[in-house]
């Protein structure tokens, strides 16, 4: 992003040169061809490069290159962009559409002080400062660097993202568990209560019944004996009236059968499980 077109042209010779048209050698390999000398290998990397000579521009064409999923991993911008936005507007406007771009702002002036930079800006380990008139080698390191920067906040935010995925899917599974866990402990809570209480209805009958029994018993012997007395008998009466034998006696199977069937609920969802 910058104002006057000539620096764009320098930046494409710098960034995008690939080596001559159709294939032909370089001035290079042609001398190392005749003369026996090594051509120096080409081995930082080459750029695709997209101008905008204002900053209302290059905002479009980020916005652009973001609705596209081919964002821009770089952008050089220039401070003075007469008539519109300077280049520290434009930068702070771009990071609202792309707060991942790496910026090299391009200056010959001192408009900004690195403090008043950061003031306006904000995340300082996401631009540097080159100064105009710059060196080659200067643009081509910072290029590579800043890119090869932006490429790994790419794969760090990837994995970041992965793991996130990771986490929600176990979280996921653990709530699946928890309620299908709860799910077979209220299927086992129903007939375990169930069978709880029949076993304390069957402990009460049998004392009922144990007392009526201890009662005749008792009675048996005095008859024996030849001592029966009206007041053993009125006990015998008492223990028949309390045990309500009536009631106990048919229920007991049902309760029993009740609780056999409890127990073979809790046996299959065990076994389920």
Same mark, same amino acid.
């Given at each position: 992003?910058?104002?006057?077109?000539?620096?764009?042209?320098?930046?494409?010779?710098?960034?995008?040169?690939?080596?001559?048209?159709?294939?032909?050698?370089?001035?290079?390999?042609?001398?190392?061809?005749?003369?026996?000398?090594?051509?120096?290998?080409?081995?930082?990397?080459?750029?695709?490069?997209?101008?905008?000579?204002?900053?209302?521009?290059?905002?479009?064409?980020?916005?652009?290159?973001?609705?596209?999923?081919?964002?821009?991993?770089?952008?050089?911008?220039?401070?003075?962009?007469?008539?519109?936005?300077?280049?520290?507007?434009?930068?702070?406007?771009?990071?609202?559409?792309?707060?991942?771009?790496?910026?090299?702002?391009?200056?010959?002036?001192?408009?900004?002080?690195?403090?008043?930079?950061?003031?306006?800006?904000?995340?300082?380990?996401?631009?540097?400062?080159?100064?105009?008139?710059?060196?080659?080698?200067?643009?081509?390191?910072?290029?590579?660097?800043?890119?090869?920067?932006?490429?790994?906040?790419?794969?760090?935010?990837?994995?970041?993202? /992965? +793991?996130?995925?990771? &986490?929600?899917?176990?979280?996921?599974? #653990? $709530?699946? @568990?928890?309620?299908? %866990?709860?799910?077979? =402990?209220?299927?086992?809570?129903?007939?375990?209560?169930?069978?709880?209480?029949?076993?304390?209805?069957?402990?009460?009958?049998?004392?009922?019944?144990?007392?009526?029994?201890?009662?005749?018993?008792?009675?048996?012997?005095?008859?024996?004996?030849?001592?029966?007395?009206?007041?053993?008998?009125?006990?015998?009466?008492?223990?028949?009236?309390?045990? /309500? +034998?009536?009631?106990? &006696?048919?229920?007991?199977?049902?309760? #029993? $059968?009740? @609780?056999?069937?409890? %127990?073979?609920?809790? =046996?299959?969802?065990?076994?389920?499980?």
């Amino acid at each position: 992003m910058d104002d006057n077109r000539e620096i764009h042209k320098d930046f494409k010779k710098i960034l995008c040169d690939s080596g001559p048209p159709g294939g032909a050698p370089s001035h290079d390999e042609t001398e190392a061809f005749l003369f026996g000398t090594s051509a120096e290998a080409k081995v930082l990397p080459t750029f695709e490069i997209d101008s905008a000579f204002q900053g209302q521009e290059g905002l479009e064409l980020v916005r652009r290159a973001v609705r596209e999923n081919r964002r821009y991993p770089v952008a050089f911008v220039d401070v003075r962009m007469p008539p519109g936005w300077d280049g520290i507007e434009t930068i702070s406007r771009v990071w609202e559409v792309d707060p991942d771009l790496q910026v090299i702002i391009c200056t010959a002036y001192s408009d900004y002080s690195l403090t008043g930079m950061v003031a306006k800006l904000g995340r300082p380990d996401q631009f540097v400062i080159l100064k105009k008139p710059f060196d080659v080698v200067e643009v081509q390191q910072l290029a590579d660097a800043m890119a090869a920067k932006w490429d790994e906040l790419q794969k760090t935010r990837r994995r970041i993202g /992965e +793991l996130e995925n990771s &986490v929600q899917e176990r979280t996921t599974e #653990l $709530r699946v @568990s928890r309620e299908q %866990a709860a799910g077979l =402990a209220q299927e086992i809570h129903q007939p375990a209560h169930d069978l709880a209480d029949n076993a304390r209805f069957l402990q009460d009958a049998f004392a009922k019944i144990n007392h009526v029994l201890q009662c005749h018993a008792g009675l048996l012997q005095a008859l024996k004996a030849k001592q029966a007395e009206s007041e053993l008998v009125a006990q015998v009466e008492q223990a028949l009236k309390s045990a /309500e +034998l009536d009631y106990l &006696v048919p229920r007991i199977p049902d309760v #029993l $059968r009740e @609780s056999m069937d409890r %127990a073979e609920a809790v =046996a299959r969802i065990v076994g389920a499980m």
